[in-house]
């Protein structure tokens, strides 16, 4: 059978129409000749809705054209005159379907660009306000620091007895902030027809370099001490 006489629809208009046997039904007097899988035409932001294809060669609007290579300027302008010397009297305009997804998602690419720009400043802020608690921390604890180096402290332990009290902020942040989180990506959730799933992997590798961060700011910080004479300190301590 020809498909000039006949069309296609998809799942979800199966479903609507209540097709048990979508291949033995008809639609406006034209026979089903296929059911396709449902796929999504406009954004994550709308539901899939049913859908019938069928063949309108008189309104024919769009065409698609594959190019084995990348898109350029002069392979463009080369279709243009192609399609305006066959039909002169039409409007030609064309984009790529990386344009025409990324119109789809403007709003949300404006919103992660919106809260990149302020988790970066964020992240700027907290970098000063740790490394400033850390240098006023080491200088409280400076005296403390040398008696374990004179009394053969490692660096590695004097390290971790240093970092272990933002280690210790740090994990009570991160377990306050999992339920807001999650209640957050829920409310994210609603703007989307398709939920987008809450991966703990990712607050785990969040967490565990957010941890190893602090490691090396505690070791940038007391670098300074460990490469200088505990005596000083002791001496200035007296």
Known sequence: MALAHGLFINSK?????????????????????????DFRFHSLHKEISPMVFYPNEMESRQMAIRFYHEVSHEKTKAVQDIISKALPDKLFTSNTFNEA???????DIGLRNFILFFTVIISIIAL???????????????????????????????????????????????????????????????MFD??????????????????????????FVLSKTLNTSP?????GNK
Do not use: H, W
């Open 13 to 37: 208009a199966a479903d609507a129409f209540g097709f048990a046997n979508p291949l033995e039904e008809r639609i406006a007097g034209l026979p089903v000749l296929g059911v396709v899988e």
């Open 101 to 107: 997804l990324d119109s789809l998602y403007e709003k």
């Open 128 to 190: 000063i306000g740790l490394t400033g608690i850390s240098l006023y921390y080491l200088n409280e604890n400076q005296y403390s620091i040398s008696v374990k180096r004179v009394y053969g402290a490692p660096d590695a332990v004097i390290i971790k007895d240093f970092s272990k009290y933002f280690m210790l902020m740090i994990a009570i942040a991160i377990v306050i902030s999992i339920p807001f989180s999650g209640e957050l990506t829920s409310r994210f959730n609603e």
């Open 194 to 219: 398709q939920a987008l799933p809450y991966s703990y992997l990712v607050l785990f590798v969040i967490s565990v370099s957010m941890l190893v961060f602090i490691v090396l700011i505690c070791y």
């Open 231 to 235: 005596m000083k300190y002791l001496t």
